[in-house]
């Protein structure tokens, strides 16, 4: 197997683009990634992209063909594919090309994902993501994602005693972070009180406690790591990808304070990297709902089972502390298109590892994960990439 | 030729419900109100439709002033709930206020802002002096589907303004218009409630509209928001107003003697013909007034005016919009469906 390695990554702005199609945001994305890359078009092998229902979302399937199309790659004739697994299809899309790069199959290859949400009532985005979840066993018994999640937080909170503020400080940070972030959706610092005074969307969860839904689209190229100085001064080395299933309902799991597909998924990342939790400088998580962040830092093994409450109280998972989780902003502030969430979260630790970003840096980065959550976790994908 | 409002007329009738009894049918908490800034909406009666308060409204606008309802030359009223798909709701008005037979009429429909448009059409008639009085309506009894956030808003009223070029109580200085086709919101064909996108209605069709034509308007004449002693928006809701005024660097005090919505909720086409009617009844020779209207689908009207000596004559000729705000009725949330016909029988 190759060692494999960014060599380019961009990212549309994210949130509700109105007056873009989902063909101009991942031409968009694209074509960032490309210039960053240094790449030309008759370079590239392959590409996949992550996308969860654009069928649903826009009325068009077949993404992969429009994928390479939009990029003006037809004439090629390069096999480009489009991967899903719900919320997790970016991190997918990623672990599908890392897996073409170091098998040797391909050299370059372009990995995106792209998801255009607010074209349709968010009755029917609701819907369209309630498909994420067990349709025959949950969503007809009246389930969507903010109540799956809000089991899983009032379970959290009565066995930890974990408290709803402890899960707002989590917005409240995320929302901080998007603030320093150009392509969040979100430029608005909150309140704990703010969380608390926003509408109740399932018991304990109000609507600050949930990411939004979002249009945007991100991309990144990936080359052998024997080769990526050709083309980048600063490539990111994927050391570690894993990926995991559980089951799809979550009355079906062993635990649900616990997604057995992060620990299995990080496990396995960690395994390759040869690295520990505590080795890592900066993280981007799958915070859909502000417990799924609290979940995540306990299931990847930042923090003791129980305690991720406690660390989004303590700061440590702030900017400036310890361990700064979700400097995008998150799913939270940053948005959270479904499709290009798992790449915009490589973006940003690309970003971090290349010194690139901004006032939201984390000094001296060395090691970044990224961890993107499908459904109510059937799906967890956990990569960890280095400088 | 100098034009404007010679008189004016509103109707909102008296019945009201209150958001929080909508809100605890549905089930949907107690801080909507709070979250709209709109406590309270206007219902009809059970006999009542968009055309009595046509008729209300321009009978009280002819009585106003005194208007001898035979120089009226056209009737344009503006609504999204006429009565009759086919047959207008102007002949009616006509026959109602005693008008002769000899005038034009048709009716208007471009959502919330047939009212606006139909002041502009009789302001091109007046103006180019080829009918002496036009009267310009926008009334409706705005329909909202039942647990729709817009059943929360949807109210019920109508203001009618006489248009002139003689004996002005106010001249409507400059207008400006912006238009595009933006499907926010929408009612097909034989359907009974309109459908709307969301949050879509909000940045690319009322802000991107509302300030488009604000500022259109603002730059023709070489005026700012500081020309101005009042303001009125079209009223949504209690936010979108304040909101886009604050964005057009209007003030709270400029906008308040012409927001009723937290009162009386958005009567559609009379939404802001009626908080320029309430302005209209506070406002001083000489003041100025900035109006700008919204109609999904997408288009606003802007227009300055400035307030004439005439206006102390006939202010107390009609009831006030407050007189109509003070004298309210509430209704439980069954009730309301009666008299709304949401029950079939």
Not at chain 2, 64 to 80: F, K, L, N
Not at chain 2, 225 to 249: S, T
Request: hydrophobic content about 40%.
């Amino acid at each position: 197997m190759r060692s494999v390695s960014i060599i380019g990554v961009g990212c549309t702005k994210f949130g509700e683009r109105w007056e873009v199609s989902l063909r101009d945001m991942i031409a968009e994305a694209g074509v960032l990634a490309i210039d960053d890359s240094n790449v030309i078009g008759e370079q590239i092998d392959a590409m996949y992209v992550g996308n969860m229902s654009a069928g649903r979302f826009v009325e068009q399937e077949h993404i992969g063909a429009l994928i390479a199309d939009c990029a003006g790659l037809s004439r090629l004739h390069i096999p480009s594919t489009r991967v899903e697994a719900a919320c997790a299809s970016g991190g997918l899309a990623l672990r599908q090309g890392v897996l073409a790069v170091a098998s040797g199959y391909h050299d370059i290859v372009i990995a995106a994902g792209v998801e255009k949400m607010t074209d349709v009532s968010s009755g029917t985005a609701a819907d369209a993501l309630a498909s994420a979840a067990d349709r025959e066993w949950e969503c007809f018994f009246g389930a969507t994602f903010p109540a799956l999640y809000a089991m899983m937080a009032r379970l959290h909170m009565r066995r930890y005693g974990t408290t709803h503020d402890q899960m707002a400080q989590v917005a409240v940070k995320n929302h901080h972070h998007g603030c320093l972030n150009p392509i969040a959706q979100y430029h608005m610092e909150i309140t704990l009180d703010d969380v608390d005074r926003s509408p109740m969307v399932s018991d304990p969860l109000h609507v600050l406690d949930c990411s939004p839904i979002s249009d945007g689209a991100a991309a990144v190229v990936l080359a052998p790591t024997e080769i990526a100085r050709k083309f980048a001064e600063m490539p990111v080395r994927i050391v570690g990808s894993g990926q995991a299933s559980d089951t799809l309902a979550l009355h079906d799991r062993r635990d649900i304070t616990t997604l057995d597909a992060t620990v299995h998924a990080a496990h396995s990342a960690f395994g390759q990297a040869g690295i520990e939790p505590k080795d890592i400088d900066v993280a981007e998580v799958h915070d859909c709902f502000t417990i799924g962040e609290i979940l995540a830092i306990e299931d990847l093994g930042f923090v003791e089972k129980g305690q991720g409450g406690k660390a989004a109280e303590e700061g440590i998972t702030a900017l400036g502390g310890r361990l700064p989780i979700n400097t995008s902003g998150g799913l939270k502030a940053c948005g959270h298109p479904v499709g290009a969430t798992g790449i915009k979260q490589i973006y940003e630790i690309a970003l971090q590892l290349r010194g690139e970003a901004g006032k939201r840096q984390v000094e001296d980065a060395e090691y970044g994960l990224a961890h993107n959550v499908g459904g109510s976790g059937g799906t967890a994908i956990v990569h960890i990439m280095s400088r | 030729m100098t034009s404007g409002i010679v008189s004016y007329g509103v109707y909102i009738p008296k019945y009201r419900i209150r958001v929080d009894e909508i809100a605890r049918v549905w089930g949907d908490g107690d801080n909507i109100a709070e979250s709209l800034r709109v406590y309270e909406k206007s219902v009809p009666d059970m006999d009542e439709d968009a055309v009595t308060f046509a008729v209300e409204a321009a009978r009280n606008a002819v009585v106003r002033a005194g208007i001898d309802p035979r120089r009226v030359g056209a009737i344009y009223t503006g609504s999204e709930s006429h009565p009759y798909a086919v047959k207008p709701t102007g002949t009616i008005v006509g026959e109602a206020i005693c008008t002769s037979s000899s005038f034009t009429a048709a009716d208007f429909e471009f959502a919330c802002k047939a009212g606006t448009a139909a002041i502009q059409a009789c302001l091109g008639l007046v103006s180019s002096n080829l009918i002496d009085l036009g009267i310009a309506i926008g009334t409706d009894v705005s329909q909202g589907a039942p647990g729709d956030m817009l059943e929360y808003t949807a109210a019920a009223g109508g203001a009618a303004y006489i248009i002139g070029s003689k004996d002005l109580a106010a001249e409507i200085e400059a207008f400006y218009s912006f238009t595009t086709d933006t499907p926010d919101f929408w009612r097909r064909e034989g359907m009974p409630y309109p459908e709307h996108g969301g949050r879509f209605t909000g940045e690319p069709a009322y802000f991107k509209h509302v300030t488009s034509a604000a500022n259109g308007l603002m730059k023709q004449l070489g005026t700012t928001p500081k020309d101005y002693d009042y303001a009125v928006f079209h009223q949504p809701n209690g936010k979108f107003p304040v909101r886009v005024a604050r964005k057009l660097g209007f003030s709270k005090e400029q906008i308040e003697p012409g927001l009723v919505v937290p009162f009386i909720g958005n009567t559609y086409s009379g939404s802001c013909l009626i908080g320029l009617a309430a302005t209209l009844d506070v406002a001083k020779p000489g003041e100025r007034i900035f109006v700008t209207s919204f109609g999904s689908g997408a288009g606003s009207d802007a227009f300055s005016i400035k307030v004439l000596d005439k206006i102390e004559d006939i202010r107390t000729g009609a009831p006030s919009v407050r007189d109509y705000i003070a004298k309210a009725q509430y209704l439980d949330y069954a009730m309301y469906a009666k008299h709304k016909g949401k029950l079939k029988l």
